[in-house]
């Protein structure tokens, strides 16, 4: 992948870069979008406007390459997050009608080895509760995002994150499900989920300017680049590869593309007369499945009156008319895909920086739907400025709480290390410049010290600065040592301890002889073995042999034990004289006999 992500800076001017719409109700569109662009300073943006049948506008505004003054097109191909769920969950509904599932039935009948920590949610979670995020997990993200993990590696993570709901309790987006209805996907016929998705999807509905990786766009002739703003300034940003995810958020496409993605259902799931899937599975899709809340008007969102999920679906009223939609973002990039079932009417926005989508398609469908005027990018753009300001307020008072001169309990090195979590993988603690770095997944982070042994994490990828702080929590054993760090990457569940990783020292067979013989601990005999050619073995009578690891001079850690290790007493003859065994509720000494 191509760091492009500093090789810029750019403020993009107010002009009209773009294809003029020839649908009389889109009158305007082009200054309007242009406008839009300025406002919210972004680079570019791609539409897609279908009525029933046919396409009532196709074309991009701005640029799709500022630095070279590319203009997007409706060939164009951005990067449209979650809008890939849609895709994903009718391969399932395709699998439903060959009859080689049920989307009712448990899923671990089909995918025995995904599991949950809850075991309730084991036995009855089936394919429609992944499918309508209503399975008890919250999103707990960090776990996959920007994780150089594999699909496989991340699925087995799912049995050690926390749920904060139970099955079918309440609503929680969660991508992970999404990842899992993918591998489900491969089980079942053999295929992957990409060739899947090609053959099923794509290839019927000539969709040849999609793909499933940045790595694929990143070849493509048209393809945009991903920006962020900060402090008023353009900046192009690396692309996310987030293939292992891909089921829940991979998929690369175009306006032209996606207008015959959503021609299909609006037509009840046929293309130029073809089934691509069925009636059936569309108006279940497009049907509540779970309640996800509501809102009235005077809210953030006037005229919105209920608010629903169905099967990778988002429901909800718009202005008294039904809308099916879902929204997309990944680094850089927001999208939103969307139909009025009742109008037969569907809408397509992405763009390549964040904020501009929203008012674009309300302004569309305002148009489409001969609706009243409203102001949509001054209501969006004043209420994403109130929230800049409210940002900025809690990194103020970031003070709160805090207790001052104080210093870490530790030398800085003494916080270096691995540190995992098996429902996060690993995080990388280094000393750099003389202050502490982190490596978590493929984010750098910087650790500034709070108080005692808390810092505050600022992160320093591209497409993330300007976030609030993380608050990174070290904690410290019996032995007085760094042993694990405490993290809030997850509301609703508590937080995600990570776990240091003490290094292990291979010692040769003579270097461990030394230490073999029995040692009394009060009436207690414990004796000490050597085993093949570098392992030590503790022996207990009553209790399981213990494999010893060495960790340290003259020290070993329990292997099956968290927690408890074992520290010979050397004198300065190399004679041992007996042995310190380090447990939780204290040291207790043994004599060598």
């Known amino acids: 992948m191509k760091k492009r992500a500093l090789l810029f800076f750019l403020l993009i001017p107010?002009?009209?870069?773009?294809?003029?719409?020839?649908?009389?109700?889109?009158?305007?569109?082009?200054t309007f979008v242009t406008k839009v662009l300025k406002d919210w300073n972004a680079a570019g943006v791609t539409i897609a406007v279908v009525e029933k049948g046919k396409v009532v506008y196709t074309g991009g505004f701005g640029y799709r390459d500022v630095e070279k003054k590319l203009p997007v097109t409706e060939n164009t191909q951005f990067a449209i997050g979650s809008c890939s769920k849609a895709f994903t969950a009718s391969i399932i509904g395709m699998l439903e009608k060959e009859g080689k599932l049920d989307i009712d039935k448990p899923v671990r009948n089909y995918l025995?080895?995904?599991?949950?920590?809850?075991?309730?949610?084991?036995?009855?979670?089936?394919?429609?509760?992944?499918?309508?995020?209503?399975?008890?997990?919250?999103r707990h993200d960090m776990s996959w995002y920007g994780s150089w993990a594999s699909r496989d590696e991340l699925l087995k993570r799912i049995q050690y994150q926390e749920p904060s709901a139970e099955l079918r309790e309440r609503w929680q987006y969660n991508n992970f499900m999404f990842l899992a209805q993918g591998v489900v996907i491969e089980k079942i016929t053999g295929k992957s989920w990409e060739e899947n998705m090609k053959?099923?999807?794509?290839?019927?509905?000539g969709m040849s300017n999609t793909n499933l990786s940045v790595s694929d766009m990143e070849k493509s002739n048209d393809h945009s680049l991903a920006y962020s703003t900060k402090d008023s300034i353009l900046k192009a940003i690396p692309y996310r590869n987030i293939d292992a995810m891909g089921p829940a958020g991979s998929v690369n496409s175009s306006a032209k593309d996606m207008a015959k993605w959503l021609i299909t259902w609006i037509n009840n799931g046929k293309y130029n007369d073809k089934e691509i899937f069925s009636s059936a599975y569309r108006n279940a899709a497009i049907t509540v499945q779970m309640a996800t809340g509501g809102g009235t008007p005077g809210s953030d969102q006037p005229d919105i009156h209920f608010s629903g999920y169905g099967l990778a679906w988002g429901l909800s009223s718009y202005r008294g008319h039904y809308r099916v939609e879902h929204g997309g973002g990944i680094d850089g990039f927001i999208t939103t895909t969307g139909f009025y079932p009742s109008d037969s009417i569907g809408i397509f926005v992405s763009s390549n920086q964040g904020g501009v989508t929203s008012s674009i398609r309300n302004f569309i469908a305002d148009r489409m739907l001969k609706l009243r005027y409203e102001n949509w990018n001054k209501f969006l753009l004043d209420n994403a400025n109130k929230a800049k300001e409210a940002a900025k307020t809690i990194l103020k008072n970031d003070s709160i709480g805090h207790v001052f001169n104080t210093k870490p309990s530790h030398n800085l090195k003494d916080y270096t290390g691995t540190y995992t979590n098996p429902g996060y993988g690993s995080l990388e603690i280094i000393l750099k410049d003389g202050g502490l770095m982190s490596k978590f997944n493929n984010i750098d982070v910087r650790l500034d010290h709070f108080h005692y042994d808390q810092f505050n994490a600022v992160i320093l990828d591209p497409a993330l600065e300007g976030g609030e702080p993380i608050r990174f929590s070290f904690e410290i054993n019996s032995k007085g040592d760094i042993d694990k760090i405490i993290i809030p990457f997850e509301q609703g569940v508590d937080d995600i301890e990570f776990k240091k990783e003490v290094k292990e020292i291979s010692l040769k067979k003579g270097e461990l002889e030394k230490y073999a013989?029995?040692?009394?601990?009060?009436?207690?005999?414990?004796?000490?073995e050597v085993r093949g050619e570098n392992t030590l073995w503790g022996i207990i009578s009553g209790q399981p042999e213990y494999e010893l690891v060495a960790i340290g001079k003259n020290e070993f850690k329990i292997k099956i034990l968290d927690g408890?290790?074992?520290?010979?007493?050397?004198?300065?003859?190399?004679?041992?004289?007996?042995?310190?065994?380090?447990?939780p509720n204290g040291t207790f000494k043994a004599t060598k006999k």
Do not use: W
């Open 517 to 528: 013989g029995e040692y009394s601990l009060g009436p207690q005999t414990i004796k000490f």
């Open 564 to 583: 408890y290790s074992i520290l010979f007493d050397v004198n300065e003859k190399g004679v041992v004289e007996g042995a310190s065994f380090i447990q």
């Open 199 to 205: 053959e099923r999807i794509f290839t019927p509905l």
């Open 112 to 138: 025995p080895e995904l599991k949950f920590k809850n075991e309730y949610t084991n036995t009855h979670a089936t394919l429609r509760d992944m499918m309508c995020h209503r399975t008890g997990l919250p």
């Open 14 to 30: 107010f002009l009209i870069i773009g294809q003029k719409p020839t649908d009389k109700r889109l009158a305007g569109l082009d």
